[in-house]
T-cell receptor, first 116, second 109 residues
Framework: NAGVTQTPKFQVLKTGQSMTLQCAQD?????MSWYRQDPGMGLRLIHY???????DQGEVPNGYNVSRSTTEDFPLRLLSAAPSQTSVYFC???????????????FGNGTRLTVT | KNEVEQSPQNLTAQEGEFITINCSYS?????LHWLQQHPGGGIVSLFM???GKKKHGRLIATINIQEKHSSLHITASHPRDSAVYIC???????????FGTGTRLQVTL
């Protein structure tokens, strides 16, 4: 199993450009999520999904869109990049369902995004 | 006040030392996670616990629900243990976690 695969590893955007960060998992996990990690702050939840066709906002959703058309894939879209979105982004997945919160998270290797 | 507080923020130890990293939280939780982030950036789940104690190799995690406190212990520390250790608490639905800011550990020879 490849686990959680994130692409790209690095990306530089100009202000106003759009892009999609890809995330795929091959563990048949129901729960997938996107986090951003900024210096001096803990990981913050952007969006999450508890299954195909179901998404919801996390703590810092503004400027980002997600969709979950399949169990495996959970792409994160930046609609119009801003310097404040410069960060390291992590995708994660777990078995957790709506009735079971206690499952370990499996993380991708991260995407380092710089917006100039 | 952050919901999840870790201490210390930075820790330097010599190889072989016993290490303790602390995590305190201010809300009721369903589970607490300990994660390890290596210098390359990848994040690995070490433990998930909701009561008592868990052990894996040289790592031990404990939690005291009444005191809202957890500790991560590393016995016989080694330079390869150098990493950032992150505490996260889960509550509510769908594994939404609140993360601490991490403890940066450096183990020297």
């Amino acid at each position: 199993n490849a686990g959680v695969t994130q692409t790209p590893k690095f990306q530089v955007l100009k202000t106003g450009q759009s892009m999609t960060l890809q995330c795929a998992q091959d563990m048949n996990h129901e729960y997938m999520s996107w986090y951003r990690q900024d210096p001096g702050m803990g990981l913050r939840l952007i969006h999450y999904s508890v299954g195909a066709g179901i998404t919801d906002q996390g703590e810092v959703p503004n400027g980002y869109n997600v969709s979950r058309s399949t169990t495996e894939d959970f792409p994160l879209r930046l609609l119009s990049a801003a310097p404040s979105q410069t960060s390291v982004y992590f995708c994660a997945s777990s078995y957790a369902t709506s009735g079971s919160y206690n499952s370990p998270l499996h993380f991708g290797n991260g995407t380092r995004l710089t917006v100039t | 006040k952050n919901e999840v507080e870790q201490s210390p923020q930075n820790l330097t130890a010599q190889e072989g030392e016993f290490i303790t990293i602390n995590c305190s939280y201010s809300v009721g939780i369903s589970a607490l996670h300990w994660l390890q982030q290596h210098p390359g950036g990848g994040i690995v789940s070490l433990f998930m616990l909701s009561s008592g104690k868990k052990k894996h190799g040289r790592l031990i995690a404990t939690i005291n629900i009444q005191e809202k406190h957890s500790s991560l212990h590393i016995t016989a520390s080694h330079p390869r243990d150098s990493a950032v250790y992150i505490c996260a608490v889960g509550r509510g639905t769908a594994s939404k976690l609140t993360f601490g800011t991490g403890t940066r550990l450096q183990v020297t020879l």
